[in-house]
């Protein structure tokens, strides 16, 4: 046993974090006063999983890189090793695997650091360990863990405990936004192009749920939110275009429904009341996993072995093209048709597949 070791991994990434979060959790459960480093904006995410034992602290990223003068960064910076060498007792483990983190283990005083090997590994870290990042990411999490836990990995499906305030704001839009029953999520955005589903199928497949008479919630902020317009547009550019004369009026403006709620709190409120997902590879998509909401992911260049959504009843769809041996995610021969590949009525059919199959799971009323 390691008294009270500290957890390094303040990732940005809302994918690795939500993979990451069950060895925390897993970790809390031996040491419930173990130190835990994450970045400032998954705090109240940390808070609704771990126990309220663990001691938070928070890189200052957003801090960092705000505008600022040099000299007022460099203390905030001083102000959080400060509060992590205070914190920090004999072990340090980096979940993360950056050079920054590197660095941070290095700096914290702790006589025992582990982290990933790597390119200068040993000059942060005095317990390199080899981890296998061909498999999937969350098994690199429990690799490199295995020092202070050894037993049946967790559940990807984590408890959230959720505040009113968020169940109360996600009830309220739903009502305003008059979505009654049954509904899915789709977010068709993602942290890469190469990631991205084409608009048009999007509208395609939007037509076909709507004609099945399912409702859809669409999720994303930011250039998310640019592409949700752009399949609105694209909608509605089709229903002009079917008006049987030019003299006809204009169909009045299409209008989808956007979760406009921007926090992991409320996002995962909304994943516990929908009935299931789609999208791509991204954050989202991992935190619906972890909520415990089926899915049907779309994959493209994206290595399912490391990326695809954990969970008994998660599906990866990719299409039937494939790309060249020196294909990857920065560069693509074929524009990427592994992913445009996969057409509508495959999602649309893996979609009402995995309602159909929600519906067997339950028992008869």
Request: hydrophobic share 40%.
């Amino acid at each position: 046993m390691h008294e009270h070791p500290t957890l390094l991994f303040p990732t940005h990434y809302l994918g690795n974090f939500v993979l990451g979060l069950p060895w925390v959790l897993r970790v809390a459960q031996d040491y419930p006063n173990l130190t835990l480093v994450i970045d400032s904006r998954f705090r109240e995410l940390t808070d609704s999983v771990v126990p309220a034992s663990v001691q938070i602290i928070e890189y200052p990223r957003q801090a960092l890189k705000a505008p600022g003068s040099a000299l007022s960064k460099l203390a905030t910076y001083l102000r959080f090793l400060r509060q992590l060498r205070r914190a920090t007792h004999k072990l340090i483990i980096d979940m993360e695997g950056e050079r920054f983190t590197g660095v941070l283990s290095r700096l914290s005083g702790a006589k025992l650091r582990l982290g990933p090997t790597g390119k200068n590994a040993h000059l942060f870290y005095n317990n390199p360990r080899d981890l296998d990042y061909g498999k999937h990411r969350y098994n690199a999490f429990g690799q490199i863990l295995d020092l202070i836990v050894q037993d049946t990995p967790p559940s990807n499906v984590l408890p959230y405990r959720l505040p009113e305030t968020s169940n109360e704001a996600v009830d309220a839009f739903l009502k305003r936004s008059k979505v009654h029953g049954d509904f899915l999520v789709i977010h068709p955005g993602a942290s890469a192009d190469y990631k991205k589903w084409p608009v048009d199928y999007f509208a395609k497949l939007y037509d076909m749920l709507k004609d099945a008479q399912l409702q859809v919630v669409w999720i994303g902020i930011g250039d998310d939110k640019k592409m949700i317009d752009a399949i609105a547009a694209k909608l509605q550019e089709e229903k002009n275009s079917k008006r049987r004369t030019k003299d006809a009026p204009v169909p009045p403006p299409i209008e989808l429904i956007h979760f406009d709620l921007t926090g992991y709190l409320e996002l995962t409120a909304l994943f516990k009341r929908a009935r299931y997902y789609v999208g791509g590879d991204s954050g989202p998509m991992h935190l619906a996993a972890s909520a415990g909401l089926d899915l049907v992911a779309l994959f493209g260049p994206s290595k399912e072995a490391i990326w695809a959504p954990l969970g008994e009843h998660s599906r990866v769809l990719r299409g039937t093209k494939k790309c060249g041996k020196d294909c990857d995610a920065w560069q693509c021969d074929f524009n990427y048709h592994c992913l445009s590949s996969l057409i509508p009525e495959v999602v649309f059919g893996a979609a009402t597949a995995t309602k159909t199959a929600m519906a067997m799971r339950e028992p008869a009323q």
